[in-house]
């Protein structure tokens, strides 16, 4: 048994390495001397984002298509902010390739993760909340401490789902996780983002997207992270009902100012992203 989330974000860093591209990506896009040749140089040393970008940049999406030719041409279409959630989240995926679990499939988890991801951008644009943070990116990887858990003791987070399922008190997964490990999966992505060296605002939409005040500093890109789970839920389910999605702290309604048909007209704009969303990020 797993004796914390450290433990066990150290021993799925052993088995899902983060790429060189990805751990380095922030450094180079905060080095003000840095030009679009030496940021272009270091994403070129990855041959999947390499070529997303390319996808990215003459996709319908920037009206271009056929005029990137090069990384670099991709860096000046696409803008730093993009390159560096498309780094992160195809550097994610393809650390968990090649790790088996039987909880969840692949597809699923990402389907899921694309889904928060695009909710999150586009409701921190509503919300005027988060500019200049990775806001995809904070969706994208949210529950990327379940892939963590399944990995490391398949068992015990089979335990925790069946206890999700079949308590008639409300106890969600990440509550069920407690009960059964003493630790939850959003403290084992934290600890894994730490030792991923992702920034500080990135490990604590991760940690608190679930609890979004529980922390001792409340950051709104995890309350942004927070409502928007539950409104890829409902994309994704093509639901109006609030019920079935995720239940929203009331305070996270309040800091970030929007209305419920507003959270729904998200819900539908964000349906029509993913299915872009896979092709490019997955293809």
């Known amino acids: 048994m797993p004796a914390s989330a450290d433990e066990i974000a150290r021993e799925v860093k052993q088995l899902a390495s983060f790429s060189e591209v990805a751990m380095r990506i922030d450094e180079v896009l905060a080095d003000e001397t840095a030009s679009a040749r030496d940021i272009a140089s270091l994403i070129e040393k990855d041959?999947?984002?390499?070529?997303?970008?390319?996808?990215?940049?003459?996709?319908?999406?920037?009206?271009?298509s056929g005029t990137a030719d090069s990384v670099e041409a991709a860096l000046k279409i696409i803008g730093a902010r993009e390159v560096?959630?498309?780094?992160?989240?195809?550097?994610?995926?393809?650390?968990?390739?090649?790790?088996?679990?039987?909880?969840?499939s692949l597809e699923d988890f990402w389907t899921h993760s694309l889904?928060?991801?695009?909710?999150?951008?586009?409701?921190?644009?509503?919300?005027?909340?988060?500019?200049?943070?990775?806001?995809?990116?904070?969706?994208?990887?949210?529950?990327?401490?379940?892939?963590?858990?399944?990995?490391?003791?398949?068992?015990?987070?089979?335990?925790?789902?069946?206890?999700?399922?079949?308590?008639?008190?409300?106890?969600?997964?990440?509550?069920?996780e407690r009960t059964v490990f003493g630790f939850d999966h959003t403290q084992v992505g934290a600890a894994l983002a730490r030792l991923w060296n992702f920034p500080a605002t990135l490990c604590a939409a991760i940690e608190f997207h679930h609890a979004p005040f529980a922390g001792p500093e409340v950051?709104?890109?995890?309350?942004?992270?927070?409502?928007?789970?539950?409104?890829?839920?409902?994309?994704?389910?093509?639901?109006k009902d609030f019920e079935d999605a995720p239940p929203i702290e009331a305070a996270a309604l309040s800091t970030l100012g929007v209305s419920s048909d507003t959270l729904?007209?998200?819900?539908?704009?964000?349906?029509?992203?993913?299915?872009?969303?896979?092709r490019l990020f997955f293809n």
């Open 47 to 64: 041959p999947a984002v390499s070529a997303a970008m390319l996808r990215v940049a003459n996709s319908s999406a920037y009206g271009l």
């Open 84 to 104: 560096r959630d498309l780094v992160y989240g195809i550097a994610a995926k393809d650390a968990f390739k090649g790790v088996e679990n039987d909880l969840i």
């Open 115 to 176: 889904y928060c991801g695009a909710a999150t951008q586009n409701l921190a644009k509503a919300a005027k909340l988060c500019r200049g943070e990775s806001t995809f990116t904070a969706g994208l990887l949210h529950d990327v401490g379940h892939l963590a858990m399944f990995n490391v003791d398949p068992a015990m987070s089979r335990e925790a789902l069946r206890l999700s399922l079949e308590t008639t008190d409300g106890k969600s997964t990440w509550q069920a």
């Open 219 to 239: 950051h709104d890109i995890a309350v942004v992270v927070h409502v928007a789970n539950s409104v890829a839920v409902l994309a994704e389910l093509e639901s």
């Open 264 to 278: 729904l007209q998200i819900a539908e704009t964000t349906s029509t992203e993913v299915a872009d969303l896979m």
